[in-house]
């Protein structure tokens, strides 16, 4: 795997962090006897206390950070969701909001302020954030923009027990480590050791869990994957799944992520998996370099998301491109309600729209799936061009 070598610089500050990440991420190597499987080193460079990615100070997200994300382009994305979710709440009296990974705050900000525009303001907006850095970042952008609202949000350690209402999740399970593999006669394990002080790809036999893993994916594509084959499976995300969908009484969970059905994922073409990572903006697929300060993300197999969720007794409520769930659940309306705004205000907005909803841009790419408990009624971002079929 090549890093485009038009990355840039970081700067010193950013630099003296990475050294002190990759000296800790040595000595995790030296500790587990001479190497790390990819979840551990992925695990380790986004969420090391104090160190990792996530758990530091780095920018991360907006023109400033490395990369932007749907509420960062544009709060059209949030604006429309609330409208999503205000139908959910309809449905489930006396329900609330649950966010997963809230990053900058922004979604929140944008969910919030539209539920209360709707008149549908649940009395809970909760939040479930790995990261003590982002949940305080979370709590400034809320106090600044919406400080009427602020005591309704609260910050959770772990999943409620029982959460009746919507959970949204946008760019989280693309956050969740993944273990590498390669296909030949067996299948191995891709894990990540030292040489030289530089890291490095090394293979090993793998671990039963990940062979089992690999074989189902044989089992459901009907055929086997080709030697040299090398991909990702997430081994966190079913049982991540699970436990959210446990702690979902009654509702719908919303995911947004970039991902595809496991038919295109494991497409004989895809041979070097779906790792992507990014630095200032530009995104490349070497996980190795810039330890503690880019962003290693992989995308996402649905399949394997609503599997788990089948299993935990869920439904799959729809499962679309974001582009078709931004225009099916109130896109047009968030914009006629701009008609009146200055001409600078519509060019951004034309601009936005086109990030959020374009094939080349966001649109195709990231999908929106829905799954829900207790809760059949129709939603309104599923009604046309749903792709549950594909799953
Ligand atoms: C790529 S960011 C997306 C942030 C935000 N949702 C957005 O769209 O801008 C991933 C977020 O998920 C959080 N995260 C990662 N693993 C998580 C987990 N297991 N539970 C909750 N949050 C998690 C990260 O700390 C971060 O806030």
């Not at 008149?119 to 970042?137: G, K």
């Not at 189902?216 to 959210?244: K, N, Q």
Request: with cysteine.
């Amino acid at each position: 795997m090549q890093a485009d070598d038009t990355l840039p610089e970081p700067d010193s500050l950013s630099a003296e962090h990475s050294a002190r990440v990759a000296a800790h991420l040595h000595a995790r190597i030296e500790e587990a006897g001479g190497s790390l499987s990819f979840a551990e080193f992925m695990q380790e460079s986004l969420y090391a206390p104090g160190l990792g990615y996530y758990a530091a100070g780095a920018t991360k997200f907006g023109e400033a950070g490395d990369f932007v994300t749907a509420p960062e382009v544009s709060s059209l994305f949030g604006r429309v969701l609330a409208r999503q979710c205000a139908e959910v709440l309809a449905r489930v009296p006396g329900g609330g909001v649950l966010e997963l990974g809230a990053g900058s705050g922004r979604l929140a900000v944008d969910v919030l302020g539209s539920l209360a525009a709707l008149d549908a303001l649940p009395d809970e907006y909760l939040i479930l954030e790995v990261s003590p850095e982002l949940a305080a970042r979370q709590a400034d952008a809320i106090e600044a923009a919406l400080p009427e609202m602020r005591a309704r949000v609260r910050w959770l350690d772990s999943l409620p027990e029982a959460h009746r209402g919507v959970v949204i999740a946008n760019e989280v399970l693309d956050a969740l480590p993944v273990e590498r593999f390669v296909r030949r006669e067996n299948v191995r394990q891709i894990r990540v050791a030292a040489r030289d002080r530089q890291f490095r790809f090394v293979e090993s036999d793998a671990p039963g869990i990940l062979e089992d893993a690999v074989f189902a994916i044989e089992d459901d594509l009907c055929r086997a994957l080709a030697r040299g084959f090398t991909s990702e499976v997430s081994l966190g995300a079913a049982p991540w799944m699970t436990d959210v969908l446990a702690s979902l009484q009654q509702g719908v969970a919303f995911l947004f992520d970039y991902g595809l059905p496991r038919r295109e994922y494991y497409a004989p073409d895809r041979d070097d998996g779906w790792l992507r990572c990014h630095f200032r903006h530009r995104a490349h697929n070497d996980p190795l370099i810039l330890p503690g300060i880019q962003d290693i993300t992989a995308w996402v197999d649905f399949t394997a998301v609503a599997e788990a969720a089948v299993e935990s007794g869920a439904d799959v409520a729809g499962f679309v491109t974001q582009s078709t769930f931004l225009v099916n659940a109130g896109l047009g309306a968030e914009l006629e309600a701009e008609d009146d705004a200055a001409l600078v205000r519509q060019i951004a907005l034309s601009g936005e729209v086109k990030m959020l909803t374009l094939p080349g841009a966001m649109g195709e790419a990231f999908k929106c799936l829905a799954l829900s408990k207790g809760f059949d009624a129709p939603l309104s971002a599923f009604l046309h061009a749903d792709r549950t079929h594909t799953l």
